[in-house]
């Protein structure tokens, strides 16, 4: 398990990186939507992966917190997908607009010559 | 001690509300959003500076740090706000930037697009929260909401110059804030905790084995703040996103580098401060030696900008440098040096930044456009302001009023007497070149002396800068074009540069709360003592004998 989800993000960072660094803004907003992808994952891995282990504790009951995953981390990935999806959105408004105003969709907002 | 506490929250709860309520009006109610506006400015700078002095005034007794449970949890479990002299002083700087960047905006810059208002109170809401939060990851999200007000307000006025520039900004960010999250995430997963001050108690803790994955954290964290506040090679994206940026807008700006400053101040000498054990000191030579490459750079910068706009955006570089160098000393006095030099300069480019939008209105036409030409970036899509009708006051005898704001810019920027930049500076090099003799110093180490040539040279470099800029705005012949300046307009930056002068006149009162400030920040027992301990209010049924 503890592979697959590295190379998950991995793959994901990677792509991204490489994504970020092209020319054309909608690889750009690709790649950051991939490595937004691949720091969600690792925030929720940063909780220790284990199986069967609800993050909420039962009320009433005397509980072993053993039995109990991490809730910080799946908090956090959850504000950190709000708001990865927020800041997206307004990057692709952006891109439209510039995509409108210089009739290019490079990042410089023209074409290299 | 109860209304302080509750006051403390203001900074954050009044700006929100305030954007809030500003969405509803409709935008042509341009009168209504401006007085609503600027009365909460003003509202918080009054805050800002009823906190200072309660901070300040705490003597004796255990509360220099002030502490706000959010959700009366205890703290390391929930989320805390901590005030302490730090803090209230950047909220003291926030808002009087604030105000000047806001009624300056009121002249015509307001009514360039929607929502100017409200961004601009959800910017500074992101500010303040940033300046007054305990925990790493609340600091997060403030962050982004900072951030979030900012993408919005630095396309303000739109424009494809503008466009272009807010483009490269908001990816750069974008990009930083994952690594932001990657740092808090990789702490978390070591030590357990969020809270700064429950984190600073752990670290000196962490097994021999973690202590890579620790560190590894820090740095990727410290580079997402880095990125905030410019340090060379992270720094490309600085000068022009600022330059770009309406006036109002790039003079609230220049407190946004200052959060990346305040952060990384606030957590090297908290996490990794005398007490940290084994990582103790951890990136201090990092900052040492980045603060100084850009120094370099912006001094570089600077000399090499044709136009007034990208001048001013190394400035900023230029000042976050030797910010980022005196944290990497991580010595008291020099520290205290740092804060005076960071209000000072804070201050300047903020006022210049205002003062830059008037000054090219006198430039001619034609100089303009050999300005821009010179310049080679951009050179084919020249912003076009569309000329819009003025009221209000004009002032007279304009070109002598911009001539002296601008010659006091000048000398502030290259740090002469007889106004606070000097002082700054002189504070910053005492401390530097005359060791702390109770530490048995003596001997002064090369990078330092380098240091010191550095921040000389830099102010030459501004001087030089400021001198040409100046020769060419207002010696070169004008055939009548004066231009009208508004008493609206000329006010914000005749306010910031009396802040400086007032700096100058106080600078012993000004200088103690900066050394007590230093003092507490070297010494972080007291703030971890006062987090940890500050204890939730019972509420009204629960039992009372504790």
């Known amino acids: 398990m503890e592979l697959i989800l590295a190379i998950g993000m991995g793959v994901l960072t990677g792509s991204g990186v490489w994504l970020l660094l092209r020319p054309r803004t909608f ?60 800041t997206t959105a307004l990057f692709l408004v952006v891109l439209l607009v510039s995509r409108g105003l210089t009739g290019s969709d490079h990042v410089d907002g023209r074409e290299p010559n | 001690m109860e209304t302080a506490n509750h006051l403390m929250m203001m900074p954050i709860v009044l700006p929100l509300a305030t954007g809030a309520v500003l969405l509803l009006l409709d935008e042509r109610r341009h009168v209504v959003k401006a007085v609503i506006s600027i009365v909460t400015a003003l509202a918080l700078m009054v805050i800002a500076i009823a906190l200072l002095h309660s901070v300040d005034n705490a003597t004796a007794s255990s509360a220099t740090t002030d502490v706000y449970l959010l959700g009366n949890w205890p703290a390391p479990f929930g989320i805390v706000l901590v005030l302490d002299r730090l803090s209230a002083l950047m909220l003291v700087l926030t808002s009087v930037l604030a105000l000047a960047s806001l009624a300056f905006s ?86 357990g905790t969020l809270n700064m001050a429950d984190l600073a108690q752990r670290i000196p803790a962490v097994p021999a084995q973690d202590r890579m994955l620790l560190e590894a954290g820090a740095a990727v964290l410290a580079i997402a703040f880095l990125v905030k506040a410019g340090m060379w090679p992270l720094s490309f994206w600085l000068p022009a996103a600022y330059s770009a940026a309406a006036a109002p807008v790039a003079a609230i700006f220049v407190i946004m580098t200052k959060v990346g400053i305040y952060i990384l101040l606030r957590l090297s000498l908290l996490l990794f401060g005398v007490d940290a054990g084994a990582t103790a000191g951890f990136g201090d030579s990092w900052l040492l ?57 804070t201050l300047t480019i903020g006022a210049f930044f205002l003062l830059i939008e008037l000054v090219e209105r006198v430039q001619d036409p034609a100089a303009h456009v050999l300005s821009v030409t010179m310049e080679a970036y951009g050179d084919d899509m020249e912003e076009q302001v569309p000329e819009q009708e003025e009221v209000g006051v004009a002032i007279p005898g304009t070109l002598a009023v911009l001539g002296i704001c601008f010659a006091a ?131 009204p049924n629960a039992p009372r004998d504790k």
């Open chain 1, 27 to 86: 690889q750009v907003i690709i790649g950051l939507s991939l490595i937004g992808y691949g720091v969600n994952l690792f925030i929720f891995s940063m909780g220790r992966l284990r199986v069967n282990t609800p993050p909420v504790l039962q009320s009433g009951a005397v509980v072993n917190p053993a039995d109990y995953a991490d809730p910080i981390p799946q908090a956090l990935v959850l504000t950190a997908i709000v708001i990865g999806f927020a």
């Open chain 2, 106 to 191: 009121l002249a015509r810059w307001h009514k360039a697009g929607p929502h100017f208002h409200t961004l601009f109170q959800l910017l500074l809401m992101g500010l303040n929260g940033a300046f007054l939060t305990g925990d790493l990851f609340n600091l997060f999200v403030f962050f982004e909401v900072l951030l979030a007000a900012s993408y919005g307000l630095a396309l303000h006025g739109s424009g494809p110059l503008r466009i272009k520039a807010g483009l490269h900004y908001i990816a750069v960010n974008l990009a930083a804030s994952s690594l932001f999250l990657i740092g808090v995430s990789l702490i978390y997963g070591v030590t």
């Open chain 2, 289 to 345: 030696f980045g603060g100084m490459a850009t120094i370099a750079f912006g001094a570089i910068g600077v000399v090499a900008s044709q136009a007034v706009g990208r001048l001013a955006g190394f400035s900023i570089l230029v000042s976050s440098g030797t910010l980022l160098a005196a944290i990497g000393m991580a010595d008291a006095r020099v520290t205290a040096g740092a804060l005076f030099y960071m209000v000072s300069s």
């Open chain 2, 409 to 539: 810019c000048g000398l502030l920027l290259a740090g002469l007497p007889p106004l606070s930049g000097f002082v700054g500076k002189f504070a910053l090099l005492t401390a530097m070149v005359r060791p702390d003799p109770v530490a048995g110093g003596g001997v002064i180490a090369g990078s330092t002396w380098i240091l010191v040539a550095l921040l000389i040279l830099s102010g030459l470099c501004a001087l030089i800068a400021m001198m040409r800029a100046g020769i060419q705005i207002f010696w070169a012949p004008i055939e009548g074009t004066v231009p009208r300046v508004l008493l609206l307009e000329i006010a914000p930056v005749a306010f910031l540069l009396t802040l400086c002068l007032l700096m100058t006149v106080q600078g012993g009162q000004v200088m103690r709360y900066m050394e007590a400030t230093a003092q507490s920040l070297h010494s972080p027992a007291d703030y971890l003592r006062d987090v940890l301990s500050t204890q939730p209010i019972p509420g």
